[in-house]
């Protein structure tokens, strides 16, 4: 089977990675509410072929899910095909019960988003271009994947192909990322590039009284909203570890570089479980804060740091 080795080769390449990314276009089947890929090498003949010629979907899944905290799974292989007309006459009576046009719902864990090219059941289409209309609206889209998160993204690519269809195919995913997942990896700052310390600036819109709060969606989110930046200043100062999740700290500085910091941030990484900012008052302060969620429109963060983390 043409398709194991290349899996093989993306299973072993998991392990140390903050995330996986699994893209598949062409045939695919559903079977008893399983779902199957279908390599272009099988022979699909008989129930037999179900375990000895094609890939369940399943397999994937689960291989991901053992080595990686974000898993991102995208699948074009929703086509009519004429594997399921020659797997009915095997089947005979129990294809009935057993054999489905389209492909099933998936059951993915925490952390994971399965995205499809239609509906679970539903056909998509081909079109007559290199690419399906799924594939190639998400090939456009994937060129501003810097700016809007996997869920944005998604929405404007199903908008697309629902135009393009006339309503016939709606592409579907179900998501239980507990972070913001970005494709792309923004072009940095010449300062950035030179290792030298990158200052962006913040407003903070301060939320209803007894809240105070930083939201790390949200400083991904404001930095890239706004490059220019308002008011104070801040410094990217050095990788820290707190707690034992790992992170980048900046300090708010008295209007001089060389100044004493009044303010320190500590952004964990993507990886970290706690995806909340810590910050304190002044450097000697030994207490770090632990910031809760709020509503993330009450507040702001502006400026350009390291936007690939941010």
Known sequence: MLLMQPLKDFARSLPGSEAGVFFYAGHGLQVAGKNYLVPVDAKVEDEASLDFELVQLDLVHRTMGRHTVANVLIFDACRNNPFVARLARAMGARAADGLSTGLARPKGGAGTLI???????NVALDGSGRNSPFTGALVRHLARAAIDDIQGLLIDVRNEVMRATNNAQVPWEDSSLISRFYFGKPALDASVQAGVPQYFQYHYNYPP????????????RWIERYPDGTQNNFAVARRVSLDGCDGVLLIKLR???EAEPTTEVFIPDQRCALQLLRFRFTPSSAKWIVTEKIEQEKWMVAGKIEQARY
Not at 115 to 121: D, K, N, R, V, Y
Not at 209 to 219: N, Q
Request: charged share 20%; aromatic share 22%.
């Open 255 to 257: 209007g001089d570089v």
């Open 209 to 220: 009284v007894g809240w105070r709060y930083w939201y790390r969606d949200g400083v991904t």
């Open 115 to 121: 995205s499809f090219s239609t509906q679970p059941g």
